[in-house]
């Protein structure tokens, strides 16, 4: 009888090993890297190749006029290099731990970097085309494409720090007079606020295509988010009448 106590006990404490283990593992995010890693790999290879048939006859025009190698494949190289950029990138900052990403100051350093480039676009940026979309610190890029990023990885912080604040409160949840309207503008009606004021910026360089992908990574932001029904018809009920 005490053999058997001691080995379903041994027993017991391997299989909470194994699920402490699997757990661990489960919640890494190195289950993601490979399947994410070959999406972004055939995008890339995908984009690499309608670049290469837009371009093409751009280039060799452009030789005959301006200071460029003769050489249909020019912009693609002159792409491939940033994207070899763009993937160490990636790599260095998917090898840091997502609990690093956690405290709400990294929101608020995000968000405040992005207004500020966005306003220094408007401001002091370079217009092509009758747009002023571009900004010029030594390179010259559009300050929309880092809010694409920026937009998501705020959000996700945001959405953190609200789940976790509200399960140590949960007592004082349960005492509120309207907890559901409650959670409609924490969850759904500031942050999306926020995001729509910063896209609407976008929309004033003009970018508009720009702006319609912004408003579309916030959609999918918050639907991914776990939202309930309820939330989300009450959170989109300020819209609704604006819009009317």
């Known amino acids: 009888m005490r053999l058997r106590f001691k080995s379903k006990k041994n027993e017991a404490v391997k ?76 790599f260095l900052i998917s090898r840091i731990p997502i609990d690093k990403f956690k405290k709400p100051f990294y929101m608020y350093v995000i968000m405040g970097g992005l207004l500020a480039l966005l306003l220094a676009t408007r401001l002091f940026g370079v217009t092509h085309n009758g747009a002023k979309r571009w900004l010029n610190l030594g390179v010259e890029f559009q300050t929309s494409e880092l809010l694409k990023v920026g937009s998501i990885v705020a959000y996700a912080i945001y959405r953190d720090w609200v789940i976790r604040t509200r399960a140590k409160s949960a007592e004082k949840n349960k005492k509120m007079s309207s907890p559901k309207m409650h959670f409609a503008c924490v969850d759904f009606l500031i942050p999306v606020t926020i995001l729509l004021v910063y896209d609407l910026i976008v929309l004033f360089q003009p970018h508009t295509s720009g702006f319609i992908i912004i408003g579309i990574i916030v959609f999918v932001c918050v639907l991914v988010s776990g939202l309930s029904f309820e939330t989300w018809v009450k959170g989109m009920l300020p819209y609704i009448l604006v819009g009317v």
Do not use: H
Not at 25 to 44: A, C, E, F, G, M
Not at 57 to 85: H, M, N
């Open 15 to 90: 299989s909470s090993e194994a699920y402490q283990l699997e757990r661990k593992r489960t919640d890494s995010n190195y289950l993601l890297v490979l399947p994410l890693w070959i999406v972004l790999i055939v995008l890339l290879v995908w984009g690499m190749v309608i670049l290469y048939s837009v371009s093409a006859a751009t280039a060799v025009i452009d030789a005959q006029t301006k200071a460029i190698v003769p050489d249909a494949a020019f912009y693609v190289r002159k792409q491939l290099g940033f994207t070899c950029i763009g993937i160490i990138a990636a």
